[in-house]
């Protein structure tokens, strides 16, 4: 029986706490040269693309700027493009808001992308939930869920007929010469509904990969659906084993129905990892970590988030605060998917406290405990096993890795977790194609319509 194949992608993390900032490895998350070491090591490890995060507008808690982690947040299509020129083979994949663009600008921007990096581009598509960062835009506001992923549905149907408008290519016979010639042939567009309507040509031949490859992150019924109708991949919150085959398990099942096949979409959930010399090493090392990315500052900042108050007189080492949460409109934490966005506050609340109270954990513990993700932790023999263990178990095909240091923190995985993975035939020796959707293993975009040939003129 041939054992599936573990992807395996990098996540640059530049807008949240992730990373440890006390360790003196620890680079810059704005400078080019972090990019690069990055982007780099990845495709040394033979990794099928980076992936980088957007934020449209600082956060703020309090009514001021969230500082424990925004360092600043570049525009994704410049570092991607960017990151082109110093990689061959690494996937470029960049979170673009479909709320508050327009399907031409992001279409133009990801076909330039894809000829700029010879087919290695990719779009998370994402929906803002709040009208804190649509002040930041024009149109401002927000929409009510059901109409944000209505909104993303007909902005990915847009972007997709407008690439598809460049009809290919036809090919001229110049009766002179006997040659043929083949020259690109654009087409029109126009599309019309509740949130669009446009019409015209577009001004970008067709990229060598059709359209970007197309991620997705939604975990509501209407984000999977979305995924399950129009993603190649989706990015998962679901990482432990159990979890992980539940949901991989709900999504292939989706497909059908859209006239697609379980390998038509690729479940990648976000992993930590730490390694040791031993299993044992590792894991004390792990508790240092966890300790460290969730601070006492850090885990009442977290706490405010669901008990919408302020909470900076509360003991991080002390229980749960006794009172329940204030539920109102007006969110204490803004710019932010917060633990409150899908759940109520209240019950939440009384879940946690019954998980303090049942393992004796303080706060800050109960906070380490529920912002935790999956997390590699052991010698790179142990983890590579893991690995193997976790995407062979159908609870996910691969993992979107999340080093703790950035730059420098995915070189030793890649010396010593990824020959290993290699040892077990689970991960390529050498890329498989030039662009990223070769690499993924995914079917190629539609062509639109076929070269026509013709003769030229003399």
């Given amino acids: 029986m041939t054992k599936k194949q573990v992807h395996l992608a990098a996540h640059f993390p530049g807008v ?4 440890v900032w006390s360790d003196p490895t620890s680079g810059s998350h704005i400078e080019f040269a972090s990019f690069v070491e990055f982007a780099q090591t990845a495709e040394r490890g033979l990794f099928d693309f980076l992936f980088l995060a957007e934020g449209l507008r600082l956060r703020e808690q309090g009514g001021r700027i969230y500082d424990l982690d925004v ?19 690494l996937g470029l994949t960049g979170t673009i808001n479909s709320t508050f663009n327009e399907p ?51 902005f990915l149907e847009t972007a997709t007929e407008i690439w598809s408008s460049w009809n290919g290519d036809e090919i ?12 690109p042939r654009p087409g029109r567009f126009a599309h019309q509904d509740a949130h669009f309507e446009i019409e015209g040509q577009f001004n970008v031949p067709r990229s060598p990969q059709g359209r970007p490859v197309i991620f997705q992150a939604g975990d509501s019924d209407e984000g999977r659906e979305f995924a399950a109708a129009s993603a190649d991949a989706i990015f998962s919150r679901y990482s432990r084993l159990d979890e992980g085959r539940t949901f991989y398990s709900d999504m292939k099942g989706r497909l059908a129905r ?20 031993t299993d044992a090493e590792a894991a004390d090392l792990a508790h240092e970590v966890r300790l460290a990315q969730v601070s006492p500052a850090t885990a009442i900042k977290f706490l405010e988030q669901l008990w919408n108050t302020d909470l900076s007189d509360h003991d991080p080492d002390g229980p749960l605060p006794a009172f329940d949460p204030v539920v109102s409109d007006e969110l204490f934490s803004k710019g932010r998917a917060s633990v409150r966005m899908n759940r109520n506050p209240v019950e939440v609340a009384r879940e946690w406290r019954e998980r303090a109270q049942a393992n004796r954990w303080s706060t800050r513990e109960l906070v380490i405990d529920v912002t935790g993700r999956q997390a590699f932790v052991g010698s790179p023999a142990s ?37 290993l993975l290699q040892e077990r035939g689970v991960h390529r020796t050498a890329y498989a194609g030039a662009t990223l959707r070769e690499n993924l293993g995914l079917p190629v975009a539609p062509s639109g319509a076929g070269g026509k040939r013709v003769e030229a003129a003399s």
């Fill in 16 to 19: 949240n706490n992730t990373t």
């Fill in 71 to 89: 360092v600043g947040r570049p525009d994704t299509f410049t570092v991607l493009a960017a990151l082109a020129a110093v990689t061959e083979r």
């Fill in 104 to 154: 031409l600008e992001v279409a133009r921007q990801f076909a330039t992308l894809d000829h700029l990096s010879g087919g290695r581009a990719a779009w998370n598509v994402v929906t803002s939930w709040d009208a804190f960062t649509g002040e930041n835009f024009r149109r401002g506001g927000y929409l009510p869920q059901d109409q944000r992923y209505e909104r993303a549905r007909t």
């Fill in 172 to 183: 001229l016979a110049d009766k002179r010469t006997g040659r043929f010639l083949t020259t």
């Fill in 258 to 277: 859209h006239g697609r096949r379980p390998e038509d979409l690729l479940i990648l959930p976000a992993a930590t990892f730490v390694l040791g010399d």
């Fill in 383 to 419: 983890v590579a096993a893991e690995l193997d263990e976790f995407v062979q178990a159908d609870a996910s095909d691969g993992f979107i890795l999340v080093p703790h240091v950035t730059p420098g923190g995915l070189g030793r995985f890649v010396d010593e977790v990824v020959p």
